[in-house]
């Protein structure tokens, strides 16, 4: 609208540039919808990025293609099925880690067994080359310092052309990691999406509305938070488990791998705390997800699994390899007490 003032038409100035304080809108009511009992955090909606301010990072990976391609994998198990939310979010689980980390972790037993068994062609090589070495820097007074850079360049280079040789460079058996961690993350933010209402309805109705009545046992809300505590502290037990199951079946660690170990050790108890901050929908995953990994890392200690992937055969192996993990697990954890 146009004002006359001094001869002349003027358009009146928006009330922000006046300095004038518009008030907000007051939040309209919803109807009686149900909402679930989460932190303020945990019910932020995921709009489009654009505001550029520090949760736009967030923002940008909560509607990324690949956790809107976990989201329609979710749907479209729920929707071919027809069960309940509790129940798809277990099925999906089992699926991915059957489909996709259970191959990834025999190739990862694959390349490390043939590592396992190039171990003493390696220290061959290194007491050969350590001789030659010395006899080198002997004739051409070398220093200690040239002598030992020139035994790590040549046994860096002899190494290498092993792996090469057998196709089992040791970076290969952390494909598992580099899949299986960003699957983990879209998947748990694609359940967080639901839970939160920030995403997608299905013939008609909220997913956070399912999800609010789909859930079992204790836990029938699964947009809202495991007040007992039992599915957070469940995550952390089994994956304390996944850990003495590894650090039982390495007689002979090095200082960086029991540094790793006492890290993840840590990381599965702080895990806990964070659990029980966020969803039930997205801890039943993690619950599940976590089983599914102890339940490969047992199937992988078997002989016959074992064979059946061709993994090879190394000197570690055990026949009995459930006696022998009973048997240390009581050893260490059972007699002492």
Known sequence: MLCRLGG????????????????PLAPTSTGGIKHSALPAWAVASVSAVGSGGP???????ATS??????E??????????????????????????????????????????????????????ARHLNQEIAIRANQ??????????????????LVSELYVRDNCHPFKATVLVWIQFPMWIFMSIALRNFSTGATHSEAGFSVQEQLANDGILWFRDLTALDSTWILPISVGVINLLIVEIFALQKTGMSRFQTYITYFVRAVSVLMIPVAATVPSSIVLYWLCSSFMGLSQNLLLRSPRFRR??????????????????????????????
Not at 11 to 18: D, G, S, T, V
Not at 324 to 333: E, H, I, Q, R, S
Request: hydrophobic share 45%; aromatic share 10%.
């Open 8 to 23: 002349r038409w003027l358009r009146p100035l928006p009330a922000l540039q006046l300095g004038v304080r518009v008030p």
């Open 55 to 61: 949760g736009s990072w967030y923002e940008a990976l």
């Open 65 to 70: 293609a690949p956790v809107q391609g976990a």
């Open 72 to 125: 329609e994998v979710l749907l479209g198990v729920h929707t071919a099925t027809g069960l309940p939310w509790w129940a798809c979010i277990g099925l999906t689980t089992v699926a991915l880690r059957g489909a996709v980390t259970l191959p990834l972790a025999a190739y990862q037993h694959y390349i490390l067994a043939k590592v396992e068994n190039l171990q003493p062609e390696i220290k061959n090589i």
């Open 140 to 157: 051409l007074k070398w220093s200690k310092r040239a002598a030992r850079l020139t035994y790590l360049k040549n046994m860096r280079r």
């Open 308 to 337: 059946l992937c061709r993994i090879p055969l190394t000197k570690s192996d055990s026949d009995t390899p459930y006696k022998d993990l009973f048997a240390a697990f009581y050893a260490k954890f059972i007699s002492r007490t």
